[in-house]
């Protein structure tokens, strides 16, 4: 197991920012791939964008490419979300997601099924 912790969700309006931040623990291997994928009301999960600890390649959404940037901390087992540019499609629980993948397979393609760990989510909300 890979226990999940996630913070920084929100309200905020058109055109602000927020900072989601997710805290991973309880594995000892020295590279994971960490994401961040959201689900909004009667719509598929999707995925945001994933960052391989390993090296620090990332692979983003088209839809957050320019206004999403995800990070990782110097200990490597935390991982950011900047959300710059917020719009209200933006609107929607964002999940941490958490599994032992090679770089190839760190990607948010498909919304994340190739994932077994999942944080409890955080809620964003942007108004229309």
């Known amino acids: 197991q890979v226990p999940l912790v996630e913070s920084g969700g929100g309200s905020v309006q058109a055109g602000g920012s927020l900072r989601l931040s997710c805290a991973a623990s309880g594995y000892t291997y020295k590279s994971i791939c960490l994401g961040w994928f959201r689900q909004a009301p009667g719509k598929e999960r999707e995925g945001v964008a994933t960052i391989y600890t390993g090296g620090g390649s990332t692979n983003y959404a088209d839809s957050v490419k320019g206004r999403f940037t995800i990070s990782q901390a110097n200990a490597k087992n935390t991982v950011y979300l900047q959300m710059n540019s917020l719009k209200p499609e933006d609107s929607a629980m964002y999940y941490c997601?958490?599994?032992?993948?090679?770089?190839?397979?760190?990607?948010?393609?498909?919304?994340?099924?190739?994932?077994?760990?999942w944080g409890q989510g955080t809620q964003v909300t942007v108004p229309s």
């Open positions: 997601a958490a599994d032992f993948l090679s770089p190839l397979a760190c990607t948010v393609v498909g919304g994340g099924p190739h994932f077994r760990y």
